[in-house]
């Protein structure tokens, strides 16, 4: 749900990826002059407070994101329960209700924003191979690339 929220105002965004970076998001987005967005979802109460243990939420400056949100279940964390600045997000029956917009971190750490884009963009460049990435997007792949269509698929299907 929060990969589809962050859709409609993002023009990219990943989920669920493991990094070797200090903070790995449940789900990012970068939108046009907006900057990123960041979005940890919560299942349980423990799992919340366990997160507010974790280094880059004791220090805002070392976390990912400019606006951060914490998406759950409704009545699982109340506006009164987050960290300056973040947003909630409520899931209820298919629907994601803002309880609160987040706020700009301007301190947010920019180095392992990159970092994490380099770890996406170098699986992107595994998965097609031998061909560099933008010579693969620029070429007749172009309009596969914008529809989503994997690079390994065999041409043939692809027509």
């Known amino acids: 749900m929060g990969v589809r929220w962050l859709g409609r105002q993002?023009?990219?965004?990943?989920y669920e990826f493991a990094t070797p970076a200090d903070?790995?998001?449940?789900?990012?987005?970068w939108a046009p002059g907006a900057g990123s967005v960041l979005i940890e979802c919560k299942l349980t109460r423990p799992d919340f407070l366990?997160?507010?243990?974790?280094?880059?939420?004791?220090n805002p400056r070392t976390g990912m994101g400019h606006?951060?949100?914490?998406?759950?279940?409704p009545e699982l964390?109340?506006?009164k329960d987050l960290p300056p600045k973040w947003g909630l997000l409520w899931a209820d029956k298919g629907q994601v209700i803002v309880k609160r917009e987040a706020r700009g971190h301007a301190e947010r750490n920019l180095v392992a924003e990159v970092r994490f884009l380099s770890s996406?963009?170098?699986?992107?460049?595994?998965?097609?191979?031998?061909?560099?990435l933008s010579e693969w997007l620029r070429g007749e792949n172009r309009f596969e690339a914008k529809r989503g269509i994997?690079?390994?698929?065999d041409r043939a299907v692809r027509k």
């Open 77 to 79: 964390i109340q506006v």
């Open 10 to 14: 993002c023009s990219v965004v990943l």
């Open 120 to 132: 996406m963009l170098r699986r992107a460049q595994i998965r097609i191979g031998s061909r560099p």
């Open 150 to 153: 994997p690079p390994t698929q």
């Open 67 to 73: 606006r951060r949100y914490y998406l759950c279940t």
């Open 23 to 29: 903070e790995n998001p449940d789900v990012i987005g």
């Open 50 to 58: 366990k997160d507010a243990a974790k280094p880059v939420r004791k």
